[in-house]
């Protein structure tokens, strides 16, 4: 079983230090940051399942990351900050926060409020899992409807072009093995290969471009140099 990872953000150290010694004696994962731009940069490199994001923050605040983040992914977000009007916390939830925390706080309720929201959200994910209709293929977050030639990524919907969509279902659909260049050619354009693999190359990197959160480190379409593109990570 994969262990949980939190992606802390606070750029009080101390804050920081006391949730470590907590988070990692409940057997969580944990990754530091002490700024929204170093949150964003965790998030490009590690799959993250909870983060802990405090409001007021040099560089770039817990508002401006919290909006930043939501854009593409939608694992649960408390908020922490020293501002507890209600006010301040009803901003906080309408701007993608599932919880909010006001400092100064008991580590054990942050804790126990850590696990609910995981709890929820796990719960939330086996139940769109057991949903979801046989035409859909599923790696990870990036999910694939063949029936309706849609694709969505942490549940946002992505166009693709017909023949995007032709290479995305053909690498889904191998499940992890390596094709070729030319395989990938000469399965959907049905003619000889010559310079097909520019071709190719070209909508690898126009579909990375419109489904990984950092197309130069992808996530979903792996490169097997010298050989070909697999689509990895199935879930």
């Known amino acids: ?12 150290k101390e804050i920081v230090e006391l949730l470590e010694i907590y988070l990692n004696n409940e057997g969580y994962r944990l990754f530091k940051a002490y700024n929204g731009m170093e949150a964003l940069k965790w998030l490009e490199q590690e ?7 405090d409001v007021m923050m040099p560089h770039m605040d817990g508002i401006a990351a919290c909006l930043k983040i939501r854009e593409a992914r939608n694992m649960p977000i408390i908020m922490l900050s020293a501002k507890n009007t209600d006010m301040d916390k009803i901003t ?7 919880d909010y925390v006001g400092k100064p706080f ?3 309720e942050l804790v126990a409020r850590v696990k609910s929201q995981l709890r929820r959200y ?3 994910n086996r139940e769109s899992t057991a949903h979801r209709s046989e035409h859909e293929l599923q790696f990870e977050d990036l ?3 063949t029936a309706k030639h849609e694709v969505s990524v942490e549940g946002r919907r992505v166009k693709l072009t017909p023949r995007e969509f032709a290479i995305l279902e053909l690498l889904a659909r191998s499940q992890g093995q390596v094709l070729s260049m030319e395989q990938i050619y000469r399965s959907l354009w049905n003619e000889p290969f010559l310079d097909g693999g520019n071709t ?4 690898i990197r126009n579909i990375r471009e419109k489904i990984e959160l950092n197309p130069k480190r992808p ?3 792996q490169t097997v140099w010298g050989i070909g593109y697999k689509l990895d990570g199935p879930s």
């Not at 079983?1 to 939190?6: A, D, G, K, L, V």
């Not at 906080?92 to 599932?98: H, I, K, R």
């Not at 190719?200 to 909508?203: A, G, L, Q």
């Open 1 to 12: 079983m994969r262990q949980e990872t939190i992606l802390l953000v606070d750029d009080e």
């Open 122 to 124: 796990h719960k939330w």
């Open 219 to 221: 996530r979903y379409i």
């Open 106 to 108: 008991n580590p054990l």
């Open 200 to 203: 190719v190359m070209v909508h």
């Open 143 to 145: 999910c694939i409807d």
């Open 47 to 53: 799959e993250v399942d909870l983060i802990i994001l």
């Open 92 to 98: 906080g939830l309408s701007l993608g926060a599932d």
